[in-house]
């Protein structure tokens, strides 16, 4: 059975129910890639005001496969911020190179931060998730974690990969890897993953990402177009004709 594939980047903004603790645990750096798997969320979009944009994201997946062969997935994301910080990011199929058409919609995610509404949108199903965050979630810095062992005495380091641009934009690049011993790489020999991350300061956005580990593939995710100015309104609304679901936790008596 395949390897599940994909990337975990910061992605898409951690949502729902797990949104709060998940954001803790991240504002300092989208978390590492635990390896390849079945989704890849995306890029992370800060709840920033005052700096609207939309733009396109396109995903691709690299999997190594035990015969030595590589199986190649791609897709796209549509994303966009309004003046007022609100968010808005897809989530698409990966699909094979010989895949003609445009990859379904999986779910979208909007994200309000004057209401802390985070609203999850399934278009198969015509369902809307709602749930009501406690707090609001703080933009994340634009920072790495300092060198630290790693898990199983694995090595990780930082170092500054620059500036370069894409799409028009302005990004600095930092690059992560993890040097896991042979005696616990499941290889038998050294192995050292690979994560470089471009950041906007101007949109306060991730917005290209590539990981690479030799025992399962490479996965990117790039943004390949953006749009300054306010998106489409339509982006930060369910659609008509949704049921929406409120699953907001009932408050526990003190």
């Not at 897809?90 to 994200?111: A, M, N």
């Not at 309000?112 to 994340?140: M, N």
Request: net charge neutral.
């Amino acid at each position: 059975m395949r390897c599940c594939l994909v990337l975990t980047v910061l992605a898409c903004f951690c949502l729902a129910s797990s949104l709060a603790t998940s954001q803790e645990q991240s504002l300092q750096h989208p978390p590492d890639y635990p390896g390849v798997r079945t989704h890849i969320p995306g890029v992370f979009i800060t709840p920033t005001a005052g700096a609207p944009f939309s733009g396109v994201v396109e995903i691709v997946s690299k999997e190594l496969l035990p015969d030595g062969s590589v199986y190649v997935r791609r897709t796209f994301n549509n994303i966009g911020r309004n003046s007022a910080g609100t968010i808005h990011n897809e989530t698409r199929r990966l699909v094979p190179p010989t895949f003609q058409g445009e990859p379904d919609v999986l779910s979208f995610h909007i994200y309000d931060p004057h209401t802390r509404l985070s609203t999850f949108v399934y278009p198969k199903t015509h369902i809307a998730r709602e749930v009501l965050l406690k707090e609001q979630p703080a933009v994340p810095p634009n920072s790495t974690p300092a060198t630290l062992e790693g898990a199983q005495g694995g090595k990780l380091t930082t170092k500054d990969l620059g500036t370069q641009t894409v799409a028009r934009v302005l990004l600095i690049g930092t690059r992560k890897q993890r040097t896991i011993p042979a005696n616990f790489s499941g290889t038998g020999r050294e192995v050292t993953i690979t994560d470089d991350y471009w950041y906007s300061e101007e949109l306060k956005v991730y917005l290209v990402l590539r990981h690479n580990d030799p025992r399962t593939g490479e996965q990117t995710v790039g943004i390949t177009k953006v749009e300054r100015g306010e998106p489409d309104a339509a982006l930060f609304h369910v659609p008509a004709g949704y049921k929406v679901l409120d699953e907001t936790p009932i408050a526990e008596s003190p």
